[in-house]
């Protein structure tokens, strides 16, 4: 039976309608547990935008569609909080930390965790993926079988430690940390939004696996405190963090910090890795079109940069696409710390606001033929990812999942090394979500066979039109330079979370501000940096950028 609300509605707004097929007393919590995803598709189909469910007796609404999304990201978080719906995380996180933080203590911890996933940092990343990629694939030999999600869960751990913690914590990993890793993650499933001290072995295993951790790192920490070394990592900016009290980190907090990194880089990649290859193989004239990409961008002795990987869109857009049909994450939630109403309806405090990334990636009318797998839906003219409240595989708003710009990084990393070295075919002919957890991978096992490949190499020569002469003169009366457009900038400054990535594109351009946020040195930027301004507004993470641009005719006039 749903909640009743303590106080009558307000004039010319509506409670939100209540999904049909409740139980007497527990609502509907047992549909919750076992097929959240089928709760809220019946939801969407039966309500629309809006739609009420009850779970365990507690009020939650189900929010539907862009204009809802922003409504509900955009929110401050004095009126829609995470933090008190992420406390799930708190078991993984550790008592204190992140969102079982105040918010001011939050913040701070936050800037303690954005070093990491920076753009000064990002740049340096792709040599050490690379490596790692390489590794891994070393004792393949010419052929053979995997287990795709094992593959993937294992070399992400090893990717992301090593970016994020550093090569002597990754020099130190066996495969005890890849095992408890993955205790953790299988620690965080629905049930833990009803109660996530539940006497359950996923709990179990899952307090086991961090107790175990934090003796791991504060092994590594004592070691380096008693020997006085350092190491150029995010382990050892977090030993040297302090609050604003000055007050160091604990071995736990320090922990509990590293986590909140691998999480917000990490799961995402490992999924994502899997399902882009399982999907790739299931459709190869796509798989086809990548590697003729990654074979012309690369040939056999390319390097892969960080400037190459952006450099791949059919590549990514399979990627995207994986993300569209698989977002890791199926439901985010925020919490009504105050009455809040969206679309005629009255949601009041203490409410439970779902949405949900897996429904809205099924809406046709914002991506056509949802459940097909057509990366073409990214490409112009098409880009059905221009509403950024449509496509919200990382979320939205500021907490936008900090590690996007790190995972599509990732994945692509490994994908270009894979698919230049391997063919792949999928053995396993019925692979399906798994929903065991909130991060949602492919169905184990799943297999893959490989065989290594004849690799093409990339055909690269002038044109000769393009090849300069010496008897070529100038043009004494050359014509006149075409009217260059203008361009105007502004920034969602709400939505920027101070990843760097459009000061690292164009620094004439752009600033970090004090508050740790992006401002503009300009608003109209000279011509000869509009490359680069769109750059970086494409690159960025948190799309906080907006550019107005017109022929140069329409601006001549200064009042305009």
Sequence with gaps: MLLRQAKPTPPGLTEAPLLSGGLPLVGHTVEFVRSTIGLLERAHREHGE?????????????????TAHEAVFRAKDAVLDPREAYKIMTPVFGEGM???????????????LLPALK??????????????????IAGWGDEGELDVVDYCRVLTNFTSSHCLLGAEFRKGMTDEFARIYHDLERGVTPLAYINAHLPIPAFRQRDRARARLVELIGGIIDARVASGRTGEDFLQTLMEARYSNGRALTHDEITGMLLAAMFAGHHTSSVTTAWTLVE??????????????????????????????????????????????YPPLFMLIRVAMQDFSYGGHHLPKGTWLLVSPTVAHRMPEHFAHPLAFDPDRFAPPRSEDANAWAFIAFGGGRHKCMGNAFALLQVKAILATLLRRYELELVTEDVRPDFHGLVIGPSEPCRLRYRRRALARASVTVPQALTPTP???????????????????????????????????????????DDGKVALLTDRPDPQHHAAVRAAARYCPQRTIVLHEAPAAASACPFH
Excluded: W
Aim: hydrophobic share 40%.
């Design 280 to 325: 790739l193989c299931r459709h190869p004239a796509y798989l086809r079109r990548v590697i003729e990409e990654l074979d012309g961008t690369y040939g056999e002795d390319g390097t892969t940069s960080y400037a190459t990987l952006r450099s791949i869109p059919v590549t990514e857009n399979a990627v995207k696409e994986a993300l569209r049909l």
């Design 119 to 136: 753009d000064a940092r990002m740049r340096t990343y792709g040599e050490t993926i690379l490596e790692e990629v390489q590794e891994s």
């Design 50 to 66: 809006v739609a009420a469910i009850d779970v365990a007796g507690r009020r939650m609404v189900a929010l539907f569609g862009p």
């Design 471 to 513: 008897q070529t003169l100038p043009d004494p009366s050359p014509e006149p330079a075409a009217p260059q457009a203008s361009l105007r900038i502004t920034l969602d400054k709400d939505l920027c979370q101070g990843h760097a990535v459009c000061v690292g594109e164009a620094p004439e351009v752009f600033t970090l501000g």
């Design 98 to 112: 992140v969102y079982d933080a105040p918010h001011d203590v939050m913040a701070e911890q936050f800037k303690m």
